[in-house]
């Protein structure tokens, strides 16, 4: 009995002079990374159903967006030593106007506990380039219905819809997608961090959008000429060029 006491007496001073009784030794944890993308028209933040402006040429363009919806798949940071963190999932859609991302926010998660990773780049698709799954039309069931055309032209990639009294209808329509030759308009983007970066426990990177390059970058898109795009055409693939070219790398924290 007396045993049994002077045990209990011990922990309790070990308890209260903190010796012993508390495993002080770091548990190894994952790394985890969720990313947001700001959309912008060149240095202002980008409303829907607001009024944005392009001077070029000695006139001037009136842009009023009002739908974005696209698709963002296979995302994976790249490592300082060639490795690949996958997205939590491989398919994602972002909607601006309810300002969701489906089906759920875009995470990575680290595969190996207690492993230092350097992140040195992010790499993703803008669009499905799948044949099977644009054939299919498996990803109806986690996305709404109408970014899918069909058999034959399979997802749209990229909707975008906006207001503009320069245009022939007053309207710029462009729907891009298509998975086969010659209008195949998945794009493939990756963006380089400044520096490699090392994962914490809970990291955030941050991206802009700027839609203001889906007019003018790697190709110049003349609105007067072409307002109008609802299956993959020559035109479709100016604007495939152009959307992969909005992105850019801002922070990592």
């Known amino acids: 009995m007396n045993f049994i006491k002077r045990n209990i007496f011990i922990c309790c001073l070990f308890s209260v002079f903190g010796i012993g009784c508390v495993d002080d030794d770091p548990k190894p944890f994952k790394q985890n990374v969720s990313l947001t993308i700001e959309h912008v028209w060149n240095d202002s933040v980008l409303h829907l159903n607001k009024a944005y402006f392009w001077d070029h040429d000695f006139i001037t363009d009136t842009i009023i967006t009002t739908t974005l919806t696209y698709h963002i798949n296979n995302l994976s940071l790249l490592t300082s030593d060639d490795q690949r963190i996958p997205a939590n999932l491989q398919y994602y859609m972002i909607d601006l106007e309810s300002k969701k991302v489906l089906p759920e926010a875009i995470k990575f998660t680290s595969p190996k506990e207690g492993v230092n990773y350097y992140v040195k780049a ?78 914490n426990q809970n990291n955030s990177v941050l991206l802009s959008a700027n839609l203001f390059k889906l007019f003018n970058s790697v190709n110049f898109i003349d609105i007067r000429q072409i307002d109008l795009i609802h299956s993959p055409n020559a035109n479709s693939k100016l604007i495939a060029d152009n959307m992969a070219s909005m992105f850019k790398f801002l922070s990592f924290k």
């Open 122 to 199: 992010l790499e993703f698709t803008i669009g499905i380039a799948d044949s099977l799954t644009n054939k299919l039309g498996m990803l109806n069931s986690s996305f709404i219905a109408p970014m899918y055309w069909g058999m034959v032209q399979g997802y749209i990639n990229f909707k975008y819809e906006a207001l503009s009294p320069q245009a022939k209808n007053s309207a710029l329509l462009y729907h891009i997608g298509g998975y086969t030759k010659p209008y195949s308009n998945a794009r493939t983007v990756t963006l380089t961090f400044d520096k490699p970066y090392y994962l």
